[in-house]
């Protein structure tokens, strides 16, 4: 079941009466969610495209994927430009995917963040919350006493509304922990049987939309990032110039954490490795971690 519904309401016979797109309409596509969302859509993706889009092509009346192209770089409102977004992006993800990852944070990460009282970590490109909540519940587990909190971005504000409001699937929890399911979730009336997140676990995260392509900038740099399993969709000089921005986003001697499938090793950076999937700002001082 996809994460996120693409082709609800249409039904499957009227679907398929979009046409294939052609190569021509491919290419204007293929560089418009280049440009705008670093999305690298490589030759042989056609049949997959024209998958995700044509329920937006039918619903809008479009008479063909060229007409549908204009009115995506003429529609001011950026409404339809997100709408394409939502529809190419792979939202898929997972509670505690990657564990590796989490042992990582509860082996290296949460005794630096106890020497403080507070601080805020980065879900870059956080999908539908999974990741988010999966931190959240880890730091309340093992810092009960301690403020940290989760900053969540996405460039999908469809995806970010289905994180904040923290409500799974009851197939979607099975990665979940029974004693996180007992703490940190409430039943939901159903059918279908579903879970919602806590308000005190949801009060530790906030969410906002943020294009890692463009320019941004935070209040103070952070002491780790999870940036997983976005890169791989972007091409190589992208991969660059999102890492460029997300290291000086980082404190010195700041982690940040990529998929396993993203390996930075062909990219240019200033980063040094840690282990599989984790770089490390170089620190300025052994004890650099001032973020409290
Ligand atoms: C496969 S999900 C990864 C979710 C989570 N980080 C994980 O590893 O399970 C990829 C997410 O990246 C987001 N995304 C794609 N391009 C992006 C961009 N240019 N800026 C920010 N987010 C982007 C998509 O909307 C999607 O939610």
Redesign the pocket.
Known sequence: MPLISRNLEIPRGELESVPALAPDEFEQLRRLAHRT???DLKPGKEELVTARLRRLVLSGGFGSYRDYYRHIVKDSTGEALAAMIDAL??????FL?EPDHFDFVRQMVVPMLARHESSEIW?????TG??VWTLACLFQDVLPARKIRICA????RK?LHFASQARYPAERCQGVPPAWLGRYFTPEPGPPKAYRVTPQIRSLASFRR????ETYGWPRPFPVI?C???MI?FDKPTQERVVRQLTESLEPGGYLLV?HAESLTRVAHALEYVRPAVYRKPARRRDSWSRS
Do not use: K, P, Q, W
Not at 153 to 156: A, G, K
């Open positions: 969302f670093g999305l992006a792979t939202n898929h993800t997972s995917r879900s870059a490109a956080c999908s999974e990741e971005t996405d460039i999908s995806a943020l294009n890692l392509l999870f997983r399993n976005v969709y998929g």
